[in-house]
């Protein structure tokens, strides 16, 4: 078993364990047992992962003798609201759900927002226990403490910081995450190293071939290298020195491409056009090293993500969505950059992120355009 300990923060006021390992789904019941004792459980997942693992799940916690009442809701982003937060909530209560009760994840990173939200304001809160089962839920929904749902004018702005009991990441469940899902959340690993440890950028590419395959061994440690540098930039932000917004390298214009397909294009695909053309930016300013977006096109194709701009996406469009972003402080849209594989660029003043003008992002947009005809 691996554990990474993630300390408390102004984020999270408290620590919790994410506990790694391959069918770590079996000790759920001790885990509960140590850190989240209560009368009754509220199992909250989604329609896929109810199919593939709410069974097993609700087994193993009646076999210890665990009261848990399952509760899930069609999956789906487009279900991540409060609608849904009311229609979870309305089915606690009517089950007689009390206080004493205590909430488990069991999901995607939907469901982790949306149920963690659900803990955060059950009765003024009661405890939440993560167990996500998407690659990108283990390796960052789950991390961090944030919680919440969607709103029709934007994604994630109903919510709260509240911190998990502990995450416990079974890669096991893995085996029934469709594979675009998976190579979703790899795009996620190799935003990690790409900021913070080229060593583990270096072992990802190495490794894709068994990652893609499901190798347990791997993907365990997988987990544990993306927790271990995510938890680390949050830890560094105690004072909301802006280090968390390194996470954000490739989603800015990650971000935009999704706004430009109205959400049709894949998080993890987006981000990994968005980190290659942020990473040319960042060349042609000599910010970075020649060569960086390069290395980031091969590792991204050698696991599937694709590189460059779906043809059906003009540059035009691209620059209107990244201009338009509600988080584009003051009208600047700002960006986190990378100086060289495994190294986050910071400024002259340390900041974080940077401000580049709409023209190099243009031109970075264009050079692409013209160099390659995408598939996509
Ligand atoms: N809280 C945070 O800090 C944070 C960070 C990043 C992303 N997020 C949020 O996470 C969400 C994206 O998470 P996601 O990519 O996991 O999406 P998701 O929860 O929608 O899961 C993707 C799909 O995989 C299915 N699925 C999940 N696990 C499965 C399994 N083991 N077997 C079969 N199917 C499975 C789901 O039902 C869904 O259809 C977004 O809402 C995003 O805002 C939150
Ligand atoms: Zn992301």
């Known amino acids: ?47 896929n992962v109810a199919a593939h693992w709410g069974e097993a799940v609700l087994g193993t916690l009646a076999a210890a003798g665990l009261a848990a009442e399952q509760i899930s809701f069609e999956a789906g982003e487009r279900n991540k609201t409060r609608d849904t937060w009311a229609t979870l909530t309305d089915r606690m209560l009517e089950l007689g759900l009390g206080r004493d009760s205590c909430v488990i994840a069991l999901g995607g990173g939907v469901v ?54 502990a995450v416990l990441a079974d890669p096991l469940t893995l085996r029934t995450l469709p594979q675009l ?36 061994e791997l993907l365990a440690a997988l987990v544990h290298g993306s927790v271990f540098i995510k938890a680390g930039f949050v830890a560094v932000d105690l004072h909301e020195n802006g280090a968390r917004a390194a996470l ?14 109205d959400y049709e294009l894949h998080h993890g695909h987006a981000v990994a056009i968005g980190m290659v053309l942020e990473a040319r930016a960042a060349e042609l300013r ?48 700002r960006y986190a950059l990378i100086s060289q594989i495994g190294a986050v660029a910071r400024g002259a003043a340390g900041e974080w992120t940077w401000q580049l003008p709409p023209e190099l992002i243009r031109q970075v947009l264009e050079e692409d355009h013209d160099a390659y005809t995408s598939p996509l």
Do not use: C
């Open 181 to 216: 899902e998976l190579i979703g959340g790899l795009a996620e690993a190799i935003k990690h190293g790409a900021i913070a440890d080229a060593a583990y950028f270096d072992w990802i590419d190495e490794s894709a071939d068994a990652l893609l395959a499901g190798d347990q």
């Open 112 to 165: 982790g927002d949306l149920a963690g939200f659900v803990a955060a304001t059950y009765m003024r809160g009661v405890p939440v226990v993560q167990v996500p089962t998407s690659l990108l839920a283990m390796i960052d929904a789950s991390v961090g403490g944030k919680t919440g749902v969607d709103a029709p004018s934007g994604k994630n702005l109903v919510g709260a910081f509240y911190p998990p009991r």
């Open 248 to 261: 954000n390298f490739g989603h800015t214009i990650g971000h935009a491409l999704e706004r430009a397909t």
């Open 1 to 47: 078993v691996s554990t990474i300990r993630i300390s408390a923060s102004d984020s999270e006021p408290t620590g919790y364990d994410v506990i790694i390992e391959s069918d770590a789904l079996k000790t759920l019941p001790s885990v509960l047992a140590r850190v989240a004792p209560a009368h009754r459980y509220a199992l909250l997942t989604d329609s």
């Open 286 to 333: 000599e910010i970075a090293r020649q060569g960086t977006a390069d290395r980031l096109r091969q590792v991204l194709r050698r696991v599937g993500l694709p590189t460059i701009l779906p043809a059906r996406i003009s540059p035009d469009d691209v620059i209107r969505a990244a201009t338009t972003d509600k988080k584009a402080r003051a009208g600047q849209t």
